[in-house]
């Protein structure tokens, strides 16, 4: 049985929910951990949304914020995630984020979260 996914009013009250709990680095997911807690879920009318901080093995960490709904577009999708991340991250479409659409409709956009590793 799912846990039902919480619901907010507006991409601006799911984005300060889920960016304090994804952004903090107990929560980051790391290879073979599943975004399957509700707590990184919200939904927001028929749109459903999702985000996480990934770990990759490389140490390399990268923010990941997905859409999904009825007819959702590419251009919507970048429009809400525009609204998502206002006030946390300046937003410059086609620079910073790749997008990526997989089998379930879900709309993916990633971009690098902290910067590259120092080195000796």
Not at 85 to 96: A, D, K, L, S
Not at 101 to 108: E, G, M, P, Y
Request: net charge positive; hydrophobic share 40%; aromatic share 10%.
């Amino acid at each position: 049985m799912r846990t039902a996914i919480s619901q907010s009013q507006t991409i601006e009250e799911a984005s300060g929910a889920l960016l304090d709990f994804a952004l903090q680095p107990q929560n980051w997911l790391t290879p073979g951990k599943q975004r399957v807690s509700p707590a990184y879920f919200r939904r927001v009318e028929t749109v459903q949304i999702c985000v996480s901080v990934d770990v990759m093995p490389t140490l390399e960490t990268y923010l990941r914020v997905s859409f999904r709904g009825p007819n959702l577009t590419p251009m919507q999708a970048a429009d809400l995630l525009e609204s998502f991340v206002r006030g946390r991250f300046t937003f410059t479409p086609n620079i910073e984020w790749v997008v990526e659409i997989d089998a379930r409709n879900w709309i993916h956009f990633t971009r690098r979260y902290t910067g590259p590793m120092l080195r000796a």
